[in-house]
């Protein structure tokens, strides 16, 4: 079946402006999972959604980063006013709701802030 | 506060060689562990999950291992190949709060043939 997508693969965008990454999850996957990869390091948690539980938001860097998920399907990450410091490639990953299911996770969309 | 450290940061070995990568966590109330695997420019593919009751599991020439008593997890890969090569990430999945992973900065690996 279908992986998790994501979207766009890449993005260049000048610093200020505003950006918008998608994620698909796998179809039933009820969790999602953002993460940051900044170069050479590790992932950084990001955001989580579980059903209609309230998001864990605590990974979030600042109020520039957002993200929304509709239902238990698509979800966005924003990121406002860019800065030279949001350079990474952000993943995304699903799994079902139990913490021992293993989390699939997407290509990542490589952000550039020029 | 949960923290995973992987040894060594990069590790270069000729084709045929038996090796170890090495995963260390502080807080070992975890659910499980997980490793991955990770190409240049590419998304994360699942090696190996150990729940937090086993101490083991095998996949083909990988065999990972989990002491939680201990804080420390293993990845041997028994005759590495070129296309071994590959950044190779350990995450945990703590106990407390939601679920999500923890993940160490990773072993680039390089297999020469």
């Known amino acids: 079946g279908a992986g998790v997508s994501q979207s766009p693969s890449n993005k260049v965008t000048e610093k200020g402006k505003d950006v918008e990454l998608r994620c698909d999850p796998i179809?039933?996957?009820?969790?999602l999972y953002w993460y940051r990869q900044r170069l050479g390091q590790g992932l950084e948690f990001l955001i989580y959604?579980?059903?209609?539980?309230?998001?864990?938001k605590s990974g979030l860097p600042s109020d520039r980063f957002s993200a929304e998920r509709t239902g238990e399907s698509v979800s966005t990450l924003t990121i406002q006013r860019t800065q030279q410091e949001d350079s990474a490639v952000y993943l995304c990953?699903?799994?079902?709701?139990?913490?021992?299911?293993?989390?699939?996770f997407g290509p990542g969309t490589r952000l550039t802030v020029l | 506060k949960q923290e995973v450290t992987q040894i060594p940061a990069a590790l270069s070995v000729p084709e045929g060689e038996n090796l170890v990568l090495n995963c260390s966590f502080t807080?070992?109330?975890?659910?499980?562990l997980q490793w991955f695997r990770q190409d240049p420019g590419k998304g994360l593919t699942s090696l190996l999950l150990?729940?937090?009751?086993?101490r083991e599991q095998t996949s083909g020439r990988l065999n990972a291992s989990l002491d939680k008593s201990s804080g420390r997890s293993t990845l041997y890969i028994a005759a590495s190949q070129p296309g071994d090569s590959a950044t190779y990430l350990c995450?945990?999945?703590?106990?407390?709060?939601?679920?999500?992973?923890?993940f160490g900065t990773g072993t680039r690996l390089k297999v020469l043939a």
């Open positions: 179809s039933g996957h009820t969790a």
């Open positions: 959604f579980q059903g209609n539980s309230a998001p864990d």
């Open positions: 995450a945990v999945r703590p106990t407390s709060g939601t679920y999500k992973y923890i």
């Open positions: 990953a699903s799994s079902l709701a139990r913490p021992t299911d293993t989390q699939y």
């Open positions: 150990i729940q937090s009751s086993q």
């Open positions: 807080d070992s109330a975890i659910y499980n």
